[in-house]
C-alpha cells in the first residue's frame, strides 16, 4: 500500500536549519510530482513547496522562497525539505504528500507529519 | 494568487442531517478545487478532487459541485465519523491556496 514517512522534525533555534526527509513506498516514486504541507498549531493548511518527477521543476510559497528547498532521489524513494533561516513562524508540522497524477493535482497520501519547533 | 473564501467557518450539525460547505474562489480555477477531511491529530485524506470526482474508497455520502468560482462540498446524512474540519483546495495555479477550513461539530 501507498506510504509516506516524514522524519527529521524537531527544536531549532531562530536562524538555525533542519532538514526534513519523508521516505515513499507502495507506488513508483518517480512517477509523481511530490510536495510539502505546512500547518501552524491551531491553524489551517499552508501549501509549501513541490517538486516535479526528476526535480526539473520546482516551486515555492512566497513565504520559503529563498529559505526552504525542496529535492528528491528517485534512487532512494526519497523527498527531502532543507529549511535554513528558520524562524518562529515556521513552526509547524510538516507534511510530506503525494501529488496525484490524475485531475486536479490533488494531493492522494499523505504522511503522519513531523513537528518542527521553532524557538529559543 | 488565488484566494479562497471558505463558509463557514464552523457549523453544529446533527447526525443525519445534510451539511454543505462552500468555498468560493477569487479568479477561474477551472475545476482544479480539491476537498478534503482532517480529524484531530490526523493528516487530511483527500475526499474530493476536480470538483466533484470522488476519491477512491471515500463514501458516495461525500459529493462535490460547481457552479462558476464557487464549489461545494455535501454531506448526504452527517454521521459520527464525519465530525471533523474540512478544506478546499486550488490546484490551478502557483501559490496552491487553501480555504480556511470548516469545522463541523456535533449539535
Known amino acids: 500500500q501507498v506510504q509516506v514517512v516524514e522524519s527529521g522534525g524537531g527544536l531549532v533555534k531562530p536562524g538555525g536549519s533542519l532538514r526534513l526527509s519523508c521516505g515513499a513506498s507502495?507506488?513508483?516514486?518517480?512517477?509523481?510530482?511530490m510536495s510539502w504541507i505546512r500547518q501552524a498549531p491551531g491553524k489551517g493548511l499552508e501549501w509549501v513547496s513541490y517538486i516535479s518527477y526528476s526535480s526539473s521543476y520546482t516551486n515555492y510559497a512566497d513565504s520559503v522562497r529563498g529559505r526552504f528547498t525542496i529535492s528528491r532521489d528517485n534512487a532512494k524513494n526519497s523527498l527531502y525539505l532543507q529549511m535554513s533561516s528558520l524562524r518562529a513562524d515556521d513552526t509547524a508540522v510538516y507534511y510530506c504528500?503525494?501529488?496525484?497524477?490524475?485531475?486536479?493535482?490533488?494531493?492522494?497520501?499523505w504522511g503522519q507529519g513531523t513537528l518542527v519547533t521553532v524557538s529559543s | 494568487d488565488i484566494q479562497m473564501t471558505q463558509s463557514p467557518s464552523s457549523l453544529s450539525a446533527s447526525v443525519g442531517d445534510r451539511v454543505t460547505i462552500t468555498c468560493r474562489a477569487s479568479?477561474?480555477?477551472?475545476?482544479?478545487l480539491n476537498w478534503y477531511q482532517q480529524k484531530p491529530g490526523n493528516a487530511p485524506k483527500l475526499l474530493i478532487y476536480?470538483?466533484?470526482s470522488l476519491q477512491g474508497g471515500v463514501p458516495s455520502k461525500f459529493s462535490g459541485s460547481v457552479s462558476g468560482t464557487d464549489f461545494t462540498l455535501t454531506i448526504s446524512s452527517l454521521q459520527p465519523e464525519d465530525f471533523a474540519t474540512y478544506y478546499c483546495?486550488?490546484?490551478?495555479?502557483?501559490?496552491?491556496?487553501f480555504g480556511q477550513g470548516t469545522k463541523v461539530e456535533i449539535k
Open positions: 504528500a503525494r501529488v496525484s497524477g490524475s485531475g486536479s493535482s490533488s494531493l492522494d497520501y
Open positions: 483546495q486550488q490546484t490551478y495555479s502557483t501559490p496552491w491556496t
Open positions: 476536480a470538483a466533484s
Open positions: 507502495g507506488f513508483t516514486f518517480s512517477d509523481f510530482y
Open positions: 479568479h477561474s480555477i477551472n475545476n482544479y
